[in-house]
């Protein structure tokens, strides 16, 4: 399994740098876009049996930057935050990896778990 990084909200100085280190690191990028908040995170990620849906988003959506990783394992992952952390970008708090458990939500439902779970361990 190829690893794919989901970039959501990147289009942006931060997103040209983080698109030449996974260039570097042999990561395929897949930019989400606002009308696609719908598809479910396997259609996204290109998982064969997770068909994209043909209506397109068309709600308020968010603009948090968001990253989802598909096919990393331990070594890439964090061989990927060390060098995010090298170059001294600013903190991207809204991070998963493609899980069994989360791999039929749409983009919306991923949002909000992140932003709760950001929020808990930032409240002390």
């Known amino acids: 399994m190829h690893p794919v990084i989901l970039f959501y909200n990147l ?5 040209r740098t983080l698109k030449m280190l996974c260039l570097r690191l042999k990561i395929k990028i897949r930019i989400i876009t ?11 990620a290109g998982i064969d049996g997770f068909p994209l849906k043909e209506e ?3 709600g308020d959506g968010f603009t948090d930057e968001m990253l989802v990783f598909k096919g990393f394992d331990n070594a890439l992952l964090d061989r990927f935050l060390v060098e ?7 903190r991207i708090g809204l ?5 069994e458990h989360n791999i039929n939500w749409d983009s919306i439902a991923l949002h909000e778990e992140l932003l709760a ?3 808990k361990m930032h409240e002390n």
Do not use: I, P, R
Not at 11 to 15: A, V
Not at 95 to 99: C, D
């Open 95 to 99: 991070k998963a990896v493609l899980t």
């Open 11 to 15: 289009e942006n100085s931060k997103g």
């Open 56 to 58: 397109v988003y068309t």
């Open 34 to 44: 606002k009308e696609q908040y719908n598809q479910t995170l396997g259609a996204l």
């Open 84 to 90: 995010f952390k090298k170059l001294h970008l600013t």
């Open 117 to 119: 779970e950001d929020k």
